[in-house]
């Protein structure tokens, strides 16, 4: 994994860590995009970058994500919380969450391995922003696409949720499709997973963080 930050002393300390850890590798600090996107020109599926929202050179954090997930890295936001306004930002974007920088070492390395597997990374400051808008169209979805979603974005693969339904796998990926095209026709497009468990979290089929589910 990555590190853009413009503060030396944040990348150094992540970059410790990771090295702490037997199962992730460190690869690059930079402190803008355009300079992890130099220093490692084959950046792509296998990254994760964990990315500053607010960096000195002024770039939008939109844009930054955009252009790493474009890569195929996975990417997650690193803030120090300060502006509610750049985690909502980030929350409409394909980074796979975001992440305090008061988050214990311990905790942030867990959080790492879960966003390296692909896995949405909860925290109470993205679930948050994912909810913050009250008048979101309503998906309409059918009791049975309501539980198949909750399982399915909440990380568990198909075969689990069709185990756990007592339906075949090929029908919870029927559901799945169904569910994306319901929420594609309400205006709010869901063609990721992260994508699906944002969804999820905005209408209260999947709990915020601390709400004790």
Known sequence: MSSVDDHEIISVAVERLVDSADDLAYGSSASTVDELLAARPGLGDDDLVLLDLRLGDGSSPVGNVRRLTATGARVVAFTSGESPYLVRLAATTDALGVISKSTSGPQLLELLRRAASGAPVVSTEWAAALASDPALPDAALS???????????????????????????????????????????????????????????????????????
């Open 143 to 213: 009791p049975r696409e309501s539980d198949v979603l909750a399982l399915f974005a909440a990380g568990n693969k198909a075969q689990v949720v069709a185990t756990t339904t007592g339906i075949s796998v090929a029908t919870v990926d029927d559901y799945v499709r169904r569910i994306r095209d319901k929420y594609a026709r309400a205006g709010r497009p869901a063609p990721t997973k992260v994508d699906l468990y944002k969804r999820a979290v905005e209408d209260g089929f999947l709990p915020l963080p601390g709400d004790g589910a």
